[in-house]
């Protein structure tokens, strides 16, 4: 049966015989079967595509979760630096001493400590011993960070402690050295430079632990003298 069959159409109807018609119907048939193939992957495809969206939106949902508390944790740890970092500046001289050092000695003492990073192993200090002596320290702590900066504590409340004026500079280094020992794990050390002014005989005393010695500068100009001292780093040997 012909069921479209055009009047204009250049074909005879001699040539729509049985075999042509098989021809035409068979074409029809395999047409519609690779349109309905495509129909089907299009579906599979819209498929994944819907699945893929919302494995996409997910993880961003958990991305954007994981910026927030990453974001969190770095707020939380630069305000715990910042603490670490005031708690650190406290050991360090304030001007009310170094005011009360000019007016007790007659020397007057400028500082500025600048760390590397939000902590350092380095502090400084200056101490009284009597009336006419005063002690003044320098110390850096092999490496920066958290472990450096508590040893700076550490060291600082150790180093306060065991100052004597009985003691001479080399004496009293030695003494620290023996304390902090113990405390320092292998591979840790500090270099240090102990000294103590006596402004009545206008001498300082010093020993240089582990760091190279300091100038001497003339008040009349001239070419600046560097003492040499050498001992071993403090809390490096027993």
Not at 125 to 135: E, I, N, S, Y
């Amino acid at each position: 049966v012909l069921l479209d069959y055009d009047i204009n159409d250049y074909r005879s109807k001699v040539e729509l015989t049985d075999d042509r018609l098989f021809s035409v119907m068979l074409a029809a048939l395999r047409a519609h079967q690779q349109i309905a193939a495509l129909a089907a992957a299009q579906r599979d495809l819209e498929r994944r595509v819907e699945e893929r969206t919302r494995d996409l939106a997910l993880a961003l949902k958990n991305n954007e979760a994981l910026v927030e508390a990453l974001t969190a944790y770095r707020e939380r740890l630069d305000d715990e630096l910042e603490a670490a970092r005031e708690t650190q500046l406290t050991i360090l001289p304030d001007r009310e001493r170094l005011a009360a050092i000019q007016e007790c000695y007659g020397v007057a003492i400028e500082s500025r400590f600048t760390t590397s990073s939000e902590l350092g192993g380095d502090f400084w200090d200056v101490q009284p011993l009597d009336d006419r002596r005063f002690a003044l320290m320098l110390v850096d702590f092999a490496g920066h960070g958290v472990g450096a900066a508590l040893n700076t504590v550490r060291m600082h409340g150790l180093a306060v402690s065991l100052l004597d004026p009985s003691l001479a500079p080399a004496d009293y280094v030695e003494l620290l050295n023996n304390q902090l020992h113990p405390l320092l794990p292998m591979g840790q050390y500090a270099t240090m430079l102990f000294a103590v002014v006596d402004v009545a005989a206008e001498t300082l005393s010093y020993t240089p632990a582990g760091c190279p010695g300091p100038f001497l500068l003339g008040t009349t100009g001239g070419a600046p003298d560097r003492r040499v001292a050498r001992r071993l780093a403090r809390g490096q040997v027993g």
